[in-house]
């Protein structure tokens, strides 16, 4: 038998999809927080113009960026869902998330900060080059 390994990863994804947030995230933020001289914030509170709140993954203070991390199935990675796809866990086509992210990245943007998105299937595959781009930004 021959088993694919892109598969196999994608798989792999779907059931650790809980996984991701919680211990990727602090994970994470604690290698900036030891890696670098700034000052690291998670899952913090962001409001828009219109009093809509946004809490981001991961705040880096000094530099004001902010990092997301965007998981296979909650976000849809276009890599492995088609638009017409339903995520049944949050009752939306990933064309819907897919928008609803980006209203999300262009007011972050508008409102003066540095957004960088790390998707989960490439920090799972390059974990180590992920995180040098993130302490060398």
């Known amino acids: 038998i021959t088993i694919c390994p892109l598969t196999v990863?994608?798989?792999?994804?779907?059931?650790?999809?809980?996984?991701?947030?919680?211990?990727?995230?602090?994970?994470?933020?604690?290698?900036?927080?030891?890696?670098?001289k700034y000052t690291i914030f998670y899952d913090f509170p962001i409001y828009n113009k219109e009093d809509k709140l946004y809490k981001v993954d991961i705040f880096v203070k000094e530099i004001n960026q902010i990092i997301e991390f965007n998981g296979t199935y909650w976000h849809a990675d276009p890599r492995f869902y088609k638009e017409d796809y339903f995520v049944k866990k949050k009752q939306k086509?990933?064309?819907?998330?897919?928008?609803?992210?980006?209203?999300?990245?262009?007011?972050?943007?508008?409102?003066?900060?540095?957004?960088?998105?790390?998707?989960?299937?490439?920090?799972?595959?390059?974990?180590?080059?992920?995180?040098t781009e993130l302490i060398n930004e």
Request: charged fraction near 25%; avoid cysteine.
């Open 9 to 36: 990863a994608y798989v792999s994804m779907i059931v650790s999809f809980s996984w991701w947030n919680t211990t990727t995230l602090s994970f994470v933020s604690q290698y900036l927080k030891s890696n670098t």
């Open 93 to 131: 086509t990933s064309k819907q998330i897919w928008e609803e992210d980006q209203k999300r990245l262009k007011d972050l943007i508008e409102m003066g900060y540095k957004v960088k998105t790390v998707w989960e299937y490439d920090y799972k595959i390059n974990k180590q080059n992920i995180l």
